[in-house]
């Protein structure tokens, strides 16, 4: 979940909304909407006991835990710029399919992981003008018991540019993204219920699309915190489904050195499409949607370097795996 570009707005000023206020907006929107988050909770928990504990899963994991999830408004100065690298972990024993109502059902699969190593590059061009890219250029995904299972490969790399239209306290950007299809998208490897035997999907490292994705961003930032959000259409080749995402971020500067910020993100098919809907679980494919959240925690180590650590998760999702992302960094800016 969540395969987005890990920066934080934090990168460029000083950004805070409290730890408290966050956990609580998460918490809630947890407990009104969360649904088959957790493997053990739909195995063990009745309907009401369920979002409970969901909520109290990811109230957990905002205090333990931190994430990154997309490029903000800002932009770096003519010839500045940010890069960061960071491993991503993703483990999983169940998938949810893409069925509505009662056929909406968790899938157990066996373990499941997906371990990348992802770079993310901001280079300015002008003082105004940003060349972005993002690359998870080594991915590996490991299935167990029936479904025994290993590739290792890279993903599809992602270029662009963001246009700075208001760049002062308050900032407003236009962004356009192109997804250029080298993963392997001839790989198929199906995959099946391991209580049942019942065939489930076939798993996908690339999905062979090219990808156009304009987006508008905008932010605030003051001395200990800032707010920012970005809406986003990603527009696709063969036949896919535009993607429609939105997202939303809040920083907060705890102490001096720690910085912390608790996003959530919307991502949602939309319109007709005229290929097949893939039930696959890394979520790579046609038809995928989520709800999710993601909470980091940036560790200032000097004026130009920092390090990181990520958690990711979902109240609602389809068409993938479902199990907490974890991921960790170290960032560069100059």
């Known amino acids: 979940m969540m395969r987005e570009n890990h920066i934080s707005l934090a990168t460029y000023h000083e950004p805070r909304i409290t730890p408290l206020f966050s ?15 957790e493997y053990f909770t739909q195995k063990f928990c009745g309907k009401i006991m369920r979002k409970i504990v969901s909520s109290l899963i990811i109230s957990i994991s905002i205090i333990i835990f931190n994430v990154s ?41 066996g373990n499941y992981n997906e371990l990348f190593l992802n770079a993310y590059l901001e280079y300015g061009l002008l003082d105004r003008l940003t060349a972005v890219a993002f690359w998870p ?15 290792t490969g890279t993903g599809d790399p992602s270029l662009g540019l963001r246009l700075g239209l208001v760049q002062r ?25 391991t209580e049942t035997g019942a065939f489930l999907g076939e798993l996908r490292v690339g999905a062979g699309t090219w990808d156009v994705e304009p987006r508008v961003q905008t932010g605030i930032g003051w001395k200990s915190g800032h707010l920012g959000g970005e809406i986003g259409y990603r527009f696709r080749t063969d036949g896919f489904h535009t993607v429609f995402s939105g997202r939303a971020e809040a920083g907060y500067r705890i102490f001096r050195p720690l910085y912390g910020i608790v996003r959530i993100v919307r991502v949602r098919p939309v319109g007709s499409t005229t290929a097949p809907l893939d039930d696959s679980p890394t979520g790579i494919g046609n038809g995928t949607k989520y709800f999710g959240f993601s909470v980091e925690l940036d560790w200032q180590r000097g004026e130009h370097f920092s390090l990181g650590l990520v958690g990711e998760g979902a109240t609602s999702y389809s068409r993938q795996a479902g199990g907490p992302v974890f991921n960790v960094y170290g960032a560069w800016k100059w």
Not at 95 to 105: Q, R, T
Request: aromatic fraction near 18%; include cysteine; charged fraction near 15%.
């Open 23 to 37: 956990l609580c907006i998460v918490t809630l929107l947890t407990f009104f909407y969360g649904r088959k988050i």
């Open 69 to 109: 999830a997309f490029a903000g408004g800002w932009t770096p100065r003519k010839n500045g710029g940010y890069a960061k690298l960071w491993l991503r972990w993703q483990a999983a024993d169940g998938f949810l399919d893409g069925h509505h109502g009662a056929a909406h059902k968790f899938e157990a699969i």
């Open 137 to 151: 250029f080594l991915t590996n995904y490991f299935m167990s018991d029936v479904n025994d299972f290993s590739y």
């Open 169 to 193: 306290k308050w900032v407003l950007s236009v962004q356009v993204l192109g997804t250029l299809p080298i993963a392997n998208s001839d790989l198929r490897h199906p995959f099946f219920n």
